[in-house]
Antibody
Framework: QLQLQESGPGLMKPSETLSLICSVS??????????WGWIRQPPGKGLEWIGS???????YYNPSLKIRVRISVDTSKNQFSLNLNSVTAADTALYYC??????????????WGQGMVVTVSS | DIQMTQSPSSLSASVGDRVTITCRAS??????LNWYQQKPGKAPNLLIY???SLQSGVSSRFSGSGSGTDFTLTISSLQPEDFATYYC?????????FGQGTKVEIK
C-alpha cells in the first residue's frame, strides 16, 4: 500500500522559505507513469495545485507560484521536496503531497499524504 | 488558466436521495475531468477520472458524465458515508485547476 508522509516546520515567519519533504513508501517511486506533486488548501477554502516533478527531475509549476517555487526529488531516499520562498500569510494552508499518475487513459492525483498545516505569522 | 465552476456550492440531502453536482470549465477540456471526495480532516480521494471512469474501489453509486465544458457527478442513492465535499479538477492544461467544491450535507 503506497503511503506518502509530509514533514517540515508548521510555523513560519513572513519572508522565510518554506521547506517541506514528502517521504514515499510501499510502492514504486521511479515509474515513468508517475509524477509527484504538491497541492495546498488554505483554511476553509479549495485546492490549489502548486507543481509536480517526475522521478527523473522534470518539473512543471503553477505559473502563479512559479517564481517562488522549487520542487526537487531524491530518488535514493524516495523523497521529494517543496521550497516556497518569501512566504506571506497568504501561504498559510494545509499542504498535501500526492502521486500523480499520468498514462494514456488518465492524469490524476490518486494517492495523497495526510497533509501538513503550515502557518505563516509574525 | 482554465476556471472550473461548480454548482451548487452546497446542498442538503437525505439518505437515499439522488444527488447531482455540476462542474463547468471556462473552455473546452474534452473529457479531461476528474472528481474527488474530501471528508473533514482527510485528504481528497479520487472517485472518477476522464469524466466517467470509476476509480478502482469506488462504489458504483458514483457516476460521472459530460465532455467539453459541462460535467456532472451523480450519486445514485446517497449514503451516510457520502456526506463530504466534492471537487472537480481538470487535467487538460497547466496549471491543473480545481473547482471551488460542493459540500453535501445531511438534511
Amino acid at each position: 500500500q503506497l503511503q506518502l508522509q509530509e514533514s517540515g516546520p508548521g510555523l513560519m515567519k513572513p519572508s522565510e522559505t518554506l521547506s517541506l519533504i514528502c517521504s514515499v513508501s510501499g510502492g514504486s517511486f521511479n515509474s515513468h507513469n508517475h509524477y509527484w506533486g504538491w497541492i495546498r488548501q488554505p483554511p476553509g477554502k479549495g485546492l490549489e495545485w502548486i507543481g509536480s516533478i517526475s522521478s527523473s527531475g522534470d518539473t512543471y509549476y503553477n505559473p502563479s507560484l512559479k517564481i517562488r517555487v522549487r520542487i526537487s526529488v531524491d530518488t535514493s531516499k524516495n523523497q521529494f521536496s517543496l521550497n516556497l520562498n518569501s512566504v506571506t500569510a497568504a501561504d498559510t494552508a494545509l499542504y498535501y503531497c500526492a502521486r500523480q499518475t499520468i498514462d494514456s487513459s488518465r492524469d490524476v492525483f490518486d494517492a495523497w499524504g495526510q497533509g501538513m498545516v503550515v502557518t505563516v505569522s509574525s | 488558466d482554465i476556471q472550473m465552476t461548480q454548482s451548487p456550492s452546497s446542498l442538503s440531502a437525505s439518505v437515499g436521495d439522488r444527488v447531482t453536482i455540476t462542474c463547468r470549465a471556462s473552455q473546452s477540456i474534452s473529457s479531461y475531468l476528474n472528481w474527488y471526495q474530501q471528508k473533514p480532516g482527510k485528504a481528497p480521494n479520487l472517485l472518477i477520472y476522464v469524466a466517467s471512469s470509476l476509480q478502482s474501489g469506488v462504489s458504483s453509486r458514483f457516476s460521472g458524465s459530460g465532455s467539453g465544458t459541462d460535467f456532472t457527478l451523480t450519486i445514485s442513492s446517497l449514503q451516510p458515508e457520502d456526506f463530504a465535499t466534492y471537487y472537480c479538477q481538470e487535467s487538460y492544461s497547466t496549471p491543473r485547476t480545481f473547482g471551488q467544491g460542493t459540500k453535501v450535507e445531511i438534511k
